[in-house]
């Protein structure tokens, strides 16, 4: 059903054993995940679980000390090459938006089609107007991300990664810092985007959007994946006492 | 008391009896102050001189007025330094080059590659117009060019060139390769820590030393070369502080789309801590254009140079406050009107802010 499917990879996302340490701390611990193409995976884990850092090692943001990670039949190494090779199927939304402020919605866009897929101004153009519609503030265009509400950047930024036709998209805490009222509309951006078959990786709290698009939640703790599981299971009958202790504090 | 009390709300400096007392004496002096340079610079101050009355009446006015004669005579003189006064349109059209050059660089709508551009090209056609040698033009050897053109040229020149090496040396100085941040690291304590007047010299008279025989470089292009690499020294530091400005995530959004890294440098980072950093630019632009008459030490005359050639001229002996004052009132002029292109740059790029 996927064009992209590679047969030397059954899984898009393939980590093997995989340690990561921040100074003396352990942030990874033997994390083994695998991820098929098209599922969409909710992550969920107290604050400096590692969850952010797990994503951020599959498009290489952080390197990883041990194990193995191949995503897309690529295994990620040191090399610069294999890194902007998975950076380019692979989009990403973080937190705090990081739109590019002196640059217009459009043209941060259009920036990584044109510069790194040697694509048309004119196709470019028409490409980010097309995601910018479909996140629906194509009206928005035209303005710096300064002039624009918070839940408006969040959208825009998904545009922007959207816009280099990703395989897999990475979502890192995408609502935290956003007022109550925002949350709403990029959450619903996100479930449509859902619907598309685009594999999914997010980082949430929010567990209304686990429930209604994943097809794991997993909960990190310390380093460790302690659950991985469907949602329903998930939320029914958590098999970790830390995670019925996390999901009594975020469920109520 | 009303109006007393509303004035001294309005107005602090009246506020109490202290400080009404120290504005009306402060006030006062400056007052005379300004009164007596009037009297000076305009009441009493000799214009012209007559023909053949050599700085006679200039002698007799003295203490009282002002000799702008020196200037009036001396202008030429001071503007163009020794060029041959019979070519002197060349300098001329230098300065207007150089001027117009500086104007387009403030309006907007010349805000291209083309402009980049421009100053390259001014630079060379100055270079070029200058020493002359073609088209039946004579040739003017760089020890005779002199003033205002030299003082555009040494500073027009040394800060384009300067720039890139600098943004070379403030990424190289973030490097994570240590052979190429400590390179980078030694350049800059080295080159910043010696007084500009030691390059100076040592290009001048070191240089000619030690350079293999034969192998002569005209005096300017090694004065021009030492004011690139002090400039060089100070603006890497700027854009390095310009560059710690940017947030790590501007950095990450730019590699999560695929930009590798000169193109995240060049789209991303560069584009908004070049913005960040225009007032230390300015400023360090400023410095130059004014360091640039330290030049005399190696016995070429910029601006101050020329004006300082013209005090000891035996006939405008002594009239060294008229031609200074001339002099600084030109460097402040430029000076000025580069301050308000900055502000006016800043408001310009203030739209896009960060959120």
Redesign the interface.
């Known amino acids: 059903m996927n064009e992209h499917e590679r047969p030397e990879s059954q899984f898009h996302v393939d980590m093997q054993a995989v340690n990561k340490w921040f100074g003396t701390l352990h942030v990874l611990r033997d994390v083994t995940l695998k991820v098929r193409r098209g599922e969409r995976i909710v992550i969920c884990g107290p604050s400096g679980s590692g969850k952010s850092t797990l994503i951020r090692c599959l498009?290489?943001?952080e390197a990883h000390h041990s194990g193995r990670i191949v995503v897309g039949g690529v295994e990620l190494t040191r090399e610069?090459k294999t890194i902007?090779q998975v950076?380019?199927r692979?989009?990403?939304v973080?937190q705090?938006?990081?739109?590019?402020?002196?640059?217009t919605v459009l043209e941060n866009c259009t920036?990584?089609p044109i510069?790194?897929?040697k694509v048309g101004r004119k196709a470019a153009h028409d490409l980010a107007l097309h995601y910018l519609t479909r996140v629906r503030i194509s009206d928005q265009a035209g303005k710096?991300?300064?002039e624009?509400s918070?839940g408006q950047?969040q959208r825009a930024?998904i545009a922007?990664?959207l816009c280099?036709n990703p395989e897999m998209m990475l979502f890192d805490e995408p609502t935290s810092a956003l007022d109550p009222e925002m949350v709403k509309e990029v959450l619903n951006t996100m479930v449509s985007l859902a619907d598309e078959g685009i594999t999914m990786l997010c980082v949430t709290h929010e567990m209304g959007f686990a429930r209604q698009v994943a097809n794991r939640v997993i909960f990190i703790d310390g380093g460790r994946i302690l659950e991985d599981n469907e949602p329903d299971t998930f939320f029914r009958a958590p098999g970790h006492e830390r995670t019925r202790a996390f999901l009594s504090q975020v469920l109520h | 008391m009303r109006p007393a009390a509303s004035l001294a709300t309005r107005v602090p400096m009246f506020a109490d009896r202290t400080n009404t007392i120290a504005t009306i004496a402060l006030g006062a002096l400056l007052a005379y102050l300004a009164y007596a340079f009037g009297q000076w610079a305009f009441v009493h101050a000799v214009w012209r001189l007559p023909a053949d009355a050599g700085s006679l009446p200039c002698r007799a006015a003295r203490g009282e007025g002002a000799c702008w004669a020196v200037v009036v005579e001396r202008a030429r003189f001071m503007f163009f330094g020794s060029y041959p006064p019979g070519a002197q349109w060349r300098p001329a059209v230098v300065c207007l080059l150089f001027v117009s050059v500086y104007a387009a660089s403030v309006m907007r709508t010349f805000w291209s590659r083309w402009l980049l551009a421009s100053w390259i090209a001014v630079s060379a056609a100055a270079v070029v117009l200058l020493r002359g040698g073609w088209l039946g033009l004579a040739d003017v050897p760089s020890e005779s060019w002199g003033g205002l053109p030299l003082t555009f040229l040494l500073s027009t020149v040394g800060f384009t060139l300067a720039f890139p090496v600098a943004v070379l040396l403030a990424l190289g100085r973030r490097s994570t390769l240590p052979a190429i941040r400590t390179l980078s690291v030694v350049y800059i304590e080295v080159v910043r820590g010696v007084p500009v007047m030691t390059f100076l010299f040592m290009a001048a008279v070191m240089f000619p030393l030690f350079a293999p025989q034969g192998f002569a470089v005209d005096k300017l292009v090694r004065a021009q070369i030492a004011f690139v690499m002090v400039t060089a020294a100070y603006l890497a530091e700027v854009v390095r502080s310009g560059l710690q400005a940017i947030?790590r995530?501007?950095y990450?959004?730019?590699?999560?789309?695929?930009?590798?890294?000169w193109?995240a440098m060049m789209?991303?980072v560069l584009?908004?801590a070049l913005?960040v950093s225009i007032p230390p630019l300015v400023n360090t632009f400023i410095a130059l254009f004014k360091d640039t008459s330290l030049v005399i030490v190696i016995g070429l005359f910029d601006l101050l140079g020329a004006a300082k050639a013209v005090i000891v001229d035996p006939k405008w002996v002594g009239f060294g406050a008229e031609v200074y004052l001339f002099t600084a009132a030109v460097y402040f002029g430029f000076c000025f009107v580069v301050s308000r292109f900055s502000l006016r740059l800043e408001r310009e790029l203030g739209?896009?802010?960060?959120?």
């Open positions: 498009n290489g943001l610069v902007d950076r380019r692979v989009g990403m973080f705090q938006f990081n739109l590019f402020p002196h640059l920036l990584a510069r790194v897929k710096y991300p300064g624009l918070g950047q930024a922007r990664a280099m | 947030p995530g501007q990450e959004a730019a590699a999560s789309i695929g930009l590798s890294f193109p789209l991303v584009p908004q913005r739209r896009a802010r960060a959120a």
